[in-house]
Nanobody, 131 residues
Framework: EVQLVESGGGLVQAGGSLRLSCVAS????????MAWFRQVPGKEREGVAC????????YYVDSVNGRFTISSDNAKKTVYLQMNSLKPDDTAVYYC????????????????????????WGKGTLVTVSS
């Protein structure tokens, strides 16, 4: 059974930091691209960042570039999202997702193609940034 389980969300003040984790199981993690998306109620889900587990490529959307860092540990089958200098606009439910295609994943995170084509999704973790 495939599972993606996110953790690390919570309440933080603006300017603070959080680190999200996503533990994967049930698929060949090292051959997949992993991504973080986020969604505010009533709004479309949007991409945040992604990483190629096999080659280490990373991609960030402009709104988080320089503040967030995505990383991956193949031995632990875990992907992380280190979030620094958090802003109230970062408040959202953050979802972990996986797909075997790096190029498609990058385009989904970048908003060029629909996000819901990712193969697997976690249930999300809530991040709330207070002003």
């Amino acid at each position: 059974e495939v599972q993606l389980v996110e953790s690390g969300g919570g309440l933080v003040q603006a300017g603070g930091s959080l680190r999200l984790s996503c533990v994967a199981s049930g698929f060949n993690f090292e051959n997949y691209a992993m991504a973080w998306f986020r969604q505010v109620p009533g709004k479309e889900r949007e991409g945040v960042a992604c990483i190629s587990n096999s080659e280490g490529h990373t991609y960030y959307v402009d709104s988080v570039n320089g503040r967030f860092t995505i990383s991956s540990d193949n031995a632990k089958k875990t992907v992380y999202l280190q979030m620094n200098s958090l802003k109230p606009d970062d408040t959202a439910v953050y979802y972990c997702a996986a797909d075997p295609e790096w190029s498609a994943t990058r385009h989904r995170v970048g908003g060029l193609i629909n996000y819901y084509g990712m193969d697997y999704w976690g249930k999300g973790t809530l991040v709330t940034v207070s002003s």
